[in-house]
C-alpha cells in the first residue's frame, strides 16, 4: 500500500496534520466533519488524503451530521474519525452517547479552544476537559487521551482507533489549538512498526445473533458489519443481547450499563497511561494533562534547581482516571498543584483521588495563553 | 535557541519561520515552530517562533528570545520585549527604527533588486540571519525551501535566500 505522505522517516508537521496521517496508518478510511478552528487542517488533509487511500471524505452540514456519519460508516465495517472544537463539540454530545449505547468504535477529535461558545477560535483552552467525560447525558462510560506534543498527538491518534476498536467504544482525542497548529518534528513509523488492533467480529451465527451479549466473557461482544449477512438491529434504547428494545425492565438496562462500564473500567490498567518526570523522590507533586504538561516539566527542573523536590505526573488518559494512583501519590507528597488552562476541571477529578491525603490546589489560566514555567514555579514557591 | 520573527501580513514571516524549522527537522534537531498573527491577512502583526534544540523542548512559544528579526515597526514595537538583554536584533533597516543596538540590511530593497520581488523579503531576511548565526546550515535551508515554497517559485526565493546570505557575511 503507498501512503500519499512518507512513512519510515521524520517531517516537520503541525499537531492537526500529524492527527490525520496517523489516523490513515491507523486504518481509518471514512472521515465526516464540518470545517471548524482550530480542527479544521485536520479536515483538509483527510480531504487530500482519503481519495488517495480508497478512503471517503465528506463535509456534513453540520457536526450532528458528521458524527452521525461515522458512527453509521462505522456499523459498516469502516474505521471512522471526526474532528472538531467546543462548538462543534457540543453539537455532538447527543450522538457520542448513541456511539457508548450502540458500543460503536469510533475516534472524535476536540481541539479545544476558548469558551463558552464561540469564545475564542484561534486560542487554546482546557475547557472541555469534564465535557469529553460527562458531556453526554446518561450513565455512561468512554475513553479521553490527551496529547501534548505533536508527536504524541500522531502516537496517541494511532492508540484511539486501537481502544475504539478493541472496546467497541467512542473514544476522544482532546487535543488544543496550540497542538493543533503548532509544527514539531514527528516520527512517521512505517506500516510495520505500528500495531494495529481490529474489532471482534461474530465467529459463527450463534454469536452474531448476540452484538450485545458478552459471549468472551470480557464486556466486549463481537460486533456485525452490515451487508456482512446478519440481521442486526442497532437502537439507542435500552436494549437486550440481540438487541432489542426493551425499556421498561429495569433488570436489562442495569445488566447493559453496567456491562458498558465493565468492558473499560476492567481494562483500565491497560487503558490508562500516565509518563512521571522526577516524581520518586517528590514532596511537591504537579499533576497536568495536555499541553499544559510541557510547562510543568521545566517548572519542575527550575524548582529542583531551587532545591524543591518537585515531579511531574503527566496524565496521558484523562478517563478513565486512576483514582487510586492518586491516593497514593497524595500519601507520598505534602501537595500536589495542578495547573490546567481552565477555571478548575482536572482539579476536581485529583482533589478526589487525593481523597484529603495531601492538600491539592488549583493553578487555572484562561485567556488563550499557556502556563509559563515560571508562573507555576511561582504558585509552587510561594 | 529561540527565534522570534515579526513583522506585518503578508511579509511571509510565518513562512519563513517554517522554513527556518524545517531546515532544522532536516538536520534531526529538536524544532518546535509556532505563530501568531492578528486576523487581517495583510497589515497585522505577524509573529512566527522558532525554538530549536538538541535537548527536547518544553516551551511552546518564544519567552526569552536569543534572536529577534524584525522586519517591521509593528511587529518590532509588538515583541521587541522578548528579546534578552545580550541577544541579536537583526533589522529591515528601511522600515524598523530600534532603540537598541543591531544588526541588518535594506532587506526589502535587496529583494526588490536581486528578484524584482519585494514579497522575498522574507526569504533575504532567512537567509542574514542564518549566514549571522550558523543555526542551520544554508544546504538544509535550501533543501527546506524546495519542499515548502509553491512550485515554480523554487529558484527565485533560493537567489533571494542566497543574496541574503551573502548580505550577512559582510
Known amino acids: 500500500m503507498r ?22 496508518l491507523a486504518g481509518c478510511r471514512f472521515y465526516a466533519g464540518y470545517p471548524i478552528t482550530p480542527a479544521s487542517e485536520i479536515f483538509e488533509a483527510m480531504a487530500l488524503y482519503m481519495p488517495l487511500v480508497d478512503g471517503v471524505c ?32 457540543s453539537l455532538m454530545q447527543e450522538n457520542l452517547g448513541y456511539a457508548v449505547m450502540t458500543e460503536t468504535p469510533i475516534v472524535v477529535v476536540n481541539m479545544m479552544r476558548g469558551g463558552p461558545s464561540t469564545g475564542q477560535p484561534t486560542f487554546p483552552s482546557q475547557g472541555d476537559i469534564m ?20 508527536q504524541e498527538a500522531f502516537d496517541f491518534t494511532i492508540r484511539a482507533f486501537n481502544l475504539a476498536e478493541k472496546y467497541r467504544t467512542p473514544v476522544v ?23 494495529i488492533v481490529n474489532r471482534k467480529l461474530p465467529a459463527n451465527e450463534e454469536e452474531a445473533k448476540l452484538p450485545f451479549g458478552d459471549p468472551h466473557s470480557d464486556g466486549v461482544p463481537p460486533m456485525p458489519i452490515f451487508g456482512k449477512g446478519y440481521r442486526t438491529y442497532v437502537t439507542g434504547l435500552t436494549h437486550d443481547e440481540r438487541g432489542k428494545p426493551r425499556t421498561v425492565e429495569p433488570e436489562v438496562h442495569e445488566r447493559l450499563i453496567r456491562r458498558i462500564y465493565r468492558k473499560i473500567l476492567d481494562h483500565k490498567d491497560e487503558i490508562i497511561s ?12 504537579i499533576v497536568t494533562t495536555g499541553i499544559v504538561s510541557r510547562s510543568a516539566i521545566r517548572a519542575v527542573k527550575i524548582l529542583r534547581e531551587r532545591d524543591v ?4 505526573l503527566k496524565l496521558n488518559t484523562v478517563w478513565p482516571f486512576d483514582f487510586d494512583y492518586i491516593e497514593e501519590l497524595a500519601e507520598q507528597v505534602e501537595k500536589i498543584y495542578v495547573p490546567e488552562m481552565n477555571m478548575g476541571q482536572l482539579y476536581h477529578l485529583v482533589k478526589e483521588g487525593a481523597n484529603g491525603k495531601a492538600d491539592v490546589e488549583l493553578i487555572p489560566k484562561i485567556g488563550g495563553e499557556v502556563h509559563t514555567p515560571m508562573e507555576i514555579v511561582e504558585r509552587v514557591v510561594g | ?8 501580513g503578508g511579509q511571509g514571516v510565518v513562512l519563513a519561520g517554517v522554513i527556518l524549522g524545517e531546515a532544522a527537522a532536516i538536520e534531526g534537531l529538536n524544532v518546535l515552530q509556532t505563530q501568531d498573527y492578528s486576523s487581517a491577512s495583510r497589515g497585522g502583526h505577524s509573529i512566527a517562533d522558532v525554538i530549536i534544540s538538541k535537548e527536547p523542548i518544553y516551551d511552546v512559544i518564544v519567552t526569552k528570545a536569543d534572536v529577534l528579526v524584525a522586519l517591521h515597526q509593528l511587529g518590532y514595537d509588538t515583541v521587541k520585549d522578548s528579546l534578552k538583554e545580550n541577544g541579536l536584533l537583526i ?19 535587496i529583494a526588490e533588486e536581486t528578484t524584482g520581488l519585494a514579497l522575498t523579503v522574507n526569504m533575504v531576511a532567512l537567509g542574514y540571519l542564518v549566514a549571522k548565526t550558523g543555526v542551520v546550515k544554508r544546504e538544509s535551508v535550501e533543501e527546506a525551501i524546495r519542499r515548502r515554497v509553491p512550485k515554480g517559485t523554487e529558484d527565485v526565493n533560493i537567489k533571494a535566500f542566497r543574496a541574503g546570505y551573502e548580505e550577512g557575511l559582510r
Open chain 2, 91 to 109: 533589522i529591515e533597516t528601511d522600515l524598523v527604527k530600534p532603540d537598541r543596538d543591531y544588526l541588518g540590511a535594506p532587506f526589502t530593497r
Open chain 1, 131 to 150: 465535557q469529553a467525560i460527562w458531556g453526554t447525558h446518561g450513565d455512561h462510560m468512554l475513553i479521553v487521551l490527551s496529547p501534548s506534543t505533536v
Open chain 1, 309 to 312: 523536590k518537585a515531579g511531574l
Open chain 1, 3 to 24: 501512503y500519499p505522505f512518507p512513512v519510515g522517516k521524520s517531517d516537520f508537521i503541525q499537531g492537526d496534520e500529524a492527527i490525520a496521517r496517523a489516523a490513515i
Open chain 1, 274 to 285: 500516565y509518563d512521571k518526570f522526577m516524581l520518586d523522590d517528590a514532596e511537591v507533586a
Open chain 2, 1 to 8: 535557541m529561540q527565534i522570534r520573527l515579526a513583522g506585518i
Open chain 1, 173 to 195: 482525542i482532546l487535543g488544543d489549538a496550540e497542538i493543533a497548529h503548532m509544527r514539531e518534528r514527528v516520527y512517521i513509523p512505517n506500516p510495520d512498526e505500528i500495531e
Open chain 1, 58 to 89: 465528506i463535509q456534513m452540514e453540520d457536526e450532528i451530521g458528521s458524527i452521525a456519519a461515522i458512527i453509521g460508516a462505522s456499523w459498516a465495517g469502516a474505521k471512522a474519525m471526526t474532528a472538531t472544537s467546543g462548538p462543534g463539540f
